[in-house]
């Protein structure tokens, strides 16, 4: 495939997820999945208040350490006190509704008729699995930055933001061949191996196509990102509480990335299924 | 209703839970929440204070004092109301540091009523942390010392030596208060009160030696070889320094508070120089020591150097200051060295060595306080010769030196020291109107400023031995008396101008 098809194929991917997104029933899961995010970002937030104080502080020290349960030190922290919560809520939140997401829009938008959705017994199983992978990839990445001497960890400035770029280029190529196992649970009804082997083998034969598709949800909540971090800190040294602001608009824009990206995903499980 | 109780018991355990949270969960670490963000708006809001701080005659600096004082308060009385609360000490600690920036704020006003008045809150016992109070208690010295209260002075070192006494660490960071007192009483008067705190001071340092600290020891040695030294013991001191001092000599890679040990012991050691109680001969060893490992090359050359030059050995002194001069860094050491150079010159009437000395001065070491210095200086040791007129001649020759930098250079860092030096060289001449006009823009360079006080203070002094008239320096006395009325000087101002004759 020439460079032009593959992109090509992943703009008419994307193309197609902001076309399925004009049905609400398909924001659904994803929206659920939002409010349960929010509650928890509410509860380390607000782990002072008396009726939730017994839960939310030891959570707020045990991921942000002790010092995090002070002000203002806890909404500086607050980025990596909820990088602690939030993958336990992706693996077992997050799972189902790509399931059933995905499942929406085949059903609603992108294929009603010509791919019946197939029954899948161990669907669940192996969307928790997917999750729990992908999960542990992303944290794996950031753990290989951990490796950095905390100087440059810490860095803000022009650096802070390679750095930060970097992290995001190795997350796009780690996380590339898990993008269309979801879909191919949905749409072959397939176990986890087999839909992880499904994946990784489109993505090793449209590797462009499947990158770029994967770089858009990362790229999108890149500013986010970089703002929880060293960079965030020294840039609302003054006004923490905007660490708070900046967490939850980087939630709401996931829903939108992660709405298209299913849908795109999609799109090129079902265009290889009619390819074969 | 059947259904209602299957729909409540399906909710009943999320009831359980939440009333479960709501129960284990009290209101303290909200506070302690609150307490924090509070303090720390305080502290943000401080940062945009108007600078210089009494700039609106000091409203807003006011104002935010007293900011301070009521979170302080507030959390000192939560802390009361809830004694067995977990967070009573975190937000006592909040509680000390509003009431420690209290403290900043008035230093900054230079109101010391209200700054002793904070500082009185924060030593109360059991209500604060140690910590905090020992820095209260040393601030409260500072302030007794300034204001010739002995008797305080005295019982807040005492209680901050009782304070810290457990502890060796914090012991080392306040080693100096028991010779402090003794320097309290030196103030006071008292021959037998001195005496007293004297021996006090070295049981003391001798009773530190006992603990298992050898950078402990090492520290008590110093100061009580200090505190021999001013009572010409000297060779006490020596014995008592000497046996560290050639042990660390020998050693093969000393440690820092080991070097720091050479250095401090020559530059006590060269008082023992002065009053003859060592031979030159005794520094050689240390001194190339020093050179070697420490950075804090200048400054026991220098003591050394002034030793020498003290005892009337102008050739060893000033071989010493060459040799700072060739190993030290001339922009830090120079203008010192050049300064001393040149008085050594004039004592032994070596005019020409002299002007070039001064010369040095004015042109490598421009602007700097010494090079300021030096004009006046050289009229100091024309006259101190016996050369009446060298001297008046020499004072002509630094005035017009003055006006010609204040023409070249009319605004800087030296700007102060300049001002002063030609107000003061005027005064010598006799042309008041000029040097009273100059103090007076001398305190304008601080307007606004804590410093203004003590400005306008100087001035008022000066005015009376210029003989100015009253109207002249009624204008400095209102100021002070408006300004800072918070201090021992503003209400002596407020007194002098309510009699009739100030």
Redesign the interface.
Known sequence: MTVERAVGAAWWSWKAGFVASHKLSTWAPLAATTVVRFAALLLVTF?????????G?PLVEFFGGAEA????E?LFRLPIVFAGIDPWILIFVGGPTALAVTRSLIKTSIAPDRFPVARNRHALLASLLIAALAVGLAAGVGAAFQVLPDSLQDRGGKLGLAIAMARSGLLVLVLSPLLCGFAAIVVHAESFLAAIQRSVRIASTQPITVLLVTAWPVALTLPFDVLSGPIGRSRFE?EPEAMLVVIASGLLVQIVAAHVTLAAATRIVLWTASEE | MKRHAEHAMKWLPCIVLATGLAACGSEDVSVLYGAERVLWRADRAQANLPLPALADSGRAWRAQATRYDRIAETYENWAAWNPDSPVREDLLGVASSARWSAVRVHKTLADTLSMRRELDRLVAPETHDPAIVVRALRRRADVSAANGDFDAWVADLRRIWSIVLPSNRWVRNVIGVPAEIVEAQLRRGDPDSVAAARRDALEVYDTLTTRESVTLTRLAHLESASLLNDVGRFEDSVALLKPELDRILRVRGPRGDEIRYVVRTVELMADALSAGAVKPEFFEDPLKFIVLRSFEVGRPHAALADAFAERGDDQRALEMYRLIRRKHDDATWGPYVTRAEAELYARANRWKQNEVAIDLLRTRYALTPEALDAPLALRRFRADSGDPLGAARALEAAIDEYRSLRRRYPEGAHTDRLILRLSEALELRGATDEAYALRLEWIDLVRGRAAELERLAETVRVGRRMLRPDAEIRPLLERIAALFPGTRLGARAARELQSPEP
């Open positions: 782990f002072h208040r008396p009726e939730i104080v017994g839960l502080r349960s002070h002000y203002p806890h003054s």
